[in-house]
């Protein structure tokens, strides 16, 4: 256990689970004990609505929203690249699948060039062809 500055105020405490000092992980506490109360009258809200209402930074609401701590309810939050409403996972269905396209045309990338026909193989192919006929 060694000092180590907070990563949300920057002050100096000493390391614990929470990874952020005393202080803030009180103030974090209330905030989400306002976001879960507020909530509680709530099954719809977006990410901003929850933030103009209680005042909680939209950081700290998408933290809790990802541990888990809100529940019963349906957050909207804007997706981590173009910012379309989501209530699930990071990123749109659009954004999710664009990522899927741009790894598998990654994945085509490596397995090809390395073994790109070569001529000998093409000549065998060839080969093959002409035995058919
Ligand atoms: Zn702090
Ligand atoms: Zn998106």
Known sequence: MGLT???ECGKLYV???ARICPDCYRRQ???AETVVEYLRDVDKATLDEI?????VKHKIILRLLHSGRIMGS???YPCETCGTLIDAGRLCDKCS???L???RTDERHQEHEPQSP???NRSRMYGNITDKE
């Open 97 to 99: 699948k664009n990522i």
């Open 101 to 103: 396209d741009q790894i």
């Open 5 to 7: 500055n907070c990563s």
């Open 51 to 55: 933030h103009q209402a209680t005042g």
């Open 15 to 17: 390391e614990n689970a």
């Open 74 to 76: 349906t957050i909207s």
């Open 29 to 31: 506490e209330d905030d």
């Open 118 to 120: 070569s001529p000998k």
